[in-house]
């Protein structure tokens, strides 16, 4: 069982800038496809970028690419989201993920649909004003 807790969301205005956190419970999270989700009112939750541990290997939604980075930390338990150039449609309940994977099966497509993750952290809120 992994546990993963979230941290960073806020308010900031348009144009600003945000990190989000993901700490696992695992000392190391290596062979994992680790991902963050948001999810705003009445809308379906939509993987936003993703990050194969083993290798670094990073994926993102079109509608966040060149402006979000996601990475992780050198003891690979902790997962960012580095959040630039913040759109008022980023305004959402952002979830990090992560599922045991192998190279191959963490990709683009992996973002299309929640199902794909096993574990899953309670939230944080990240809120863009104009």
């Known amino acids: 069982q992994v546990r993963l807790m979230e941290s960073g969301g806020g308010s900031v205005q348009a144009g600003g800038s945000l990190r989000l956190s993901c700490k696992a419970s695992?000392?190391?999270?290596?062979?994992?496809?680790m991902g963050w989700f948001r999810q705003a009112p009445g809308k379906e939750r939509e993987g936003v970028a993703a990050i194969y541990t083993g290798g670094g290997t990073t994926f993102y939604a079109n509608s966040v690419k060149g402006r979000f980075t996601i990475s992780q930390d050198n003891a690979m338990n902790t997962l960012y989201l580095q959040m630039n150039s913040l759109k008022p449609e980023d305004t959402a309940m952002y979830y990090c993920?992560?599922?045991?994977?192998?190279?191959?099966?963490?990709?683009?497509?992996?973002?299309?649909?929640?199902?794909?993750?096993?574990?899953w952290g309670q939230g944080t809120q990240v809120t863009i004003s104009t």
């Open positions: 695992r000392y190391t999270m290596l062979g994992y496809c």
């Open positions: 993920a992560a599922a045991l994977s192998t190279s191959a099966h963490c990709h683009t497509g992996r973002l299309r649909s929640s199902y794909g993750f096993d574990y």
